[in-house]
Structure formats: structure tokens, C-alpha cells
């Protein structure tokens, strides 16, 4: 072999293995926990508010209005981090940071911030705004419920600085000038992988039902036996501080009457939790699928608890009642002929809702 062929094959060797390398190195997605919402602050320090105020340029916040403050404070909208060492974050910002001078102005859009290790970035697109230095100032918050940043330094980069005195018409800013510092407030949201919903139904209301002559069948993987009910969890997320929000179910029941004959297969099942209440709510196959409302979720004795790893970790919800909504008791007397059951009336109570979450 020439060693001109040889040449050739180690060229094309290196990128394979400086791919590899970098695979190696990244964090593994698998292990990204979701910050999709919280708050990122800017707080212009003293050089930089000088600037601003001898050029006379004044600050346009996300809200479209001229900040009356150094401070100028972001949502996040989505992202991903890390809460285990090597600490970061990925997250996208809403609204737009802008600068206006007299009649000009200079506005930047698709916000995000970039965090990992030591280095970070404040950035509009592809271009940096701000450099950081967060060496030791990036953690995790209590119970991994999500990722803060506290007085992390920034530096106005000179792309920035450029576009700024040319946009403005000054030449007030500088390249590598420090700007201030950056809070950062990053929530973590919680998705289920598997788990289990329990009902245990309340006799009144399965008496009623029962002597309308309606009963209940189970649609696996859920099961009915007696009072008791199983639902498969298979998907839904939480915000992890809060454990509100949505928790979805596999397979569902089956209301069946035979005289006069109607069925209707209630599937998809959905539970809603919310600070001070909540609902539920299913397809209904005899009214073309669509999603009923069967009613609120009464949260007077429930308990929530989680165990949140970096990673992963546990959640359980136990107690609350789950009443049955005007809509509900309607399709029932509409459809099965049961006009016993009302409005409000309780149709069970949560036992445990629980489940591993990413």
C-alpha cells in the first residue's frame, strides 16, 4: 500500500473518532431533565448602565415597553439540562431584548441561554450577546426540581458590542465590557413512563347506576373488580414543584345497558391536578369519540409526595373525590335513561396514582 493511501485513511479516520469522542463526552439525552419554564433576569451593572445612560439609549423589555430598571426578566419556554455535575441548561426565552436610541432601534429576537460547566451564553439566534463565566454558580434546587444560576457574570461580546454602536449610531459600548450579572430560575416538569391510577367507587353512585340497570365492564389493561378500578398510566407530565398537570391512562370502562340496548366505552382517560382542584375526563364512544368533561376533582384530603432524582424518580397522588359534572349526569339520563344520578354527585375516590417519572 502507498503511503499516499495510507495518508488518505487516516484522514478520513480522524472525524470518525473526533465524533465519537464528542458522543462520548456530550450529556446523554436519555439523562436531560426538561426546564421548559421558570425565568431567566438580566441586571445591567454600573458599566454598562453608563453606557447606556451617555449614550442615551434606553432598554426595551420583553413586554415592548421601555424597562424602568436595570432588570429585565425573561420566561422560559422550553428546554433541557442537566442536574447532575456536569451542571447546564438549554433553554429558549420569550419576547425580545431591545435597545432604542432617539428614533433607532435595535431589536433581538429568538432569545435563548446555553449553560455547561464553567462557560455560558446569552444569545439572539445564532449570534452570542453576552458571555458567562458560571464556574460555581449553577445548582441544582432542592428535591432536583429544577436548575438555578445566581449571580453568574456577563461580558458583552464584540459581535454585540459592534452591531449595537453601528445600529445606534454611538460607540459607547465595548467588546468584552462587563455588563452585569444573570439570574436564572429554570423549572423542571416531570413525565411519566408507567404506573397505576386506583378508584375505589363510591357505593351510592354504583348502586344507582346498578339499579338503572347499567353496568361495568373493563377495557384493558384497566380492570373492574367490585368497586375497584385500575387504570395503566402511560404518559402525562407534571410540573415538579407543584405536581400539577396532567396525567393520561391506557385502555378504560365500558357502560353497558340491555334494555333498552346502549353502550358507550369510555377510553383515554385524563386527570387533571391543580393547586386547589382539578378534573377528569374521557373519550365517550357513543357521542363520536369526543372528549367528555365527567367532572371535577374534589382535592380535600389529598396528599401528593415525589422522590426526584436527577434523572428520574417516583410520584404518588392519594385521595381526592371525583364528582360527576352537569355534562356527565346529562349523557347518563340522555343515554342510559338514569336520572338518578345528579350533578356533583361523587363517583369515587383516588386511592393512589403513582408512577416512575423522567
Known sequence: MSSNSSSRR??????????????????????????DHGQLKLSFGKKFAK?????????????GRVARTRKVTFAISSGTGSLAVPLGANVRLGGTLGFKRGKRKLTFKTLSESASGSRGKFKSGRSTL????????LAPEPGFTGLDGRGVSLKLTKAAAKKLNRKLRTRKFKKNMTAGTLTLDADRTVTF?????????DPGTAS?????GVSEEALPPATVNGLNVGLPINGGSLESKTLDGTVNHAGGIRLKKSSPPHSSDLTEFQITLATGGGSFS????????????????????QTREKALTATGGTVAVRGGTLRLSATAAGLLAGNFGCTTIQANDPLGTIEELSGPVS
Open 130 to 137: 453576552f458571555s458567562e463565566s458560571t464556574t460555581g454558580k
Open 10 to 35: 487516516g484522514r478520513a479516520v480522524l472525524p470518525v473518532a473526533a465524533v465519537a469522542v464528542a458522543a462520548l463526552l456530550a450529556p446523554s439525552a436519555a439523562g436531560a431533565a426538561t426546564l
Open 208 to 212: 344507582k347506576l346498578n339499579a338503572c
Open 282 to 301: 374521557a373519550l365517550a364512544s357513543d357521542i363520536g369519540n369526543a372528549r367528555v368533561p365527567i367532572g371535577p376533582l374534589d382535592p380535600a384530603g
Open 51 to 63: 453606557a447606556l445612560k451617555s449614550s442615551k439609549t434606553k432598554v426595551i423589555a420583553p413586554s
Open 193 to 201: 413512563q408507567s404506573g397505576n391510577t386506583r378508584v375505589k367507587l
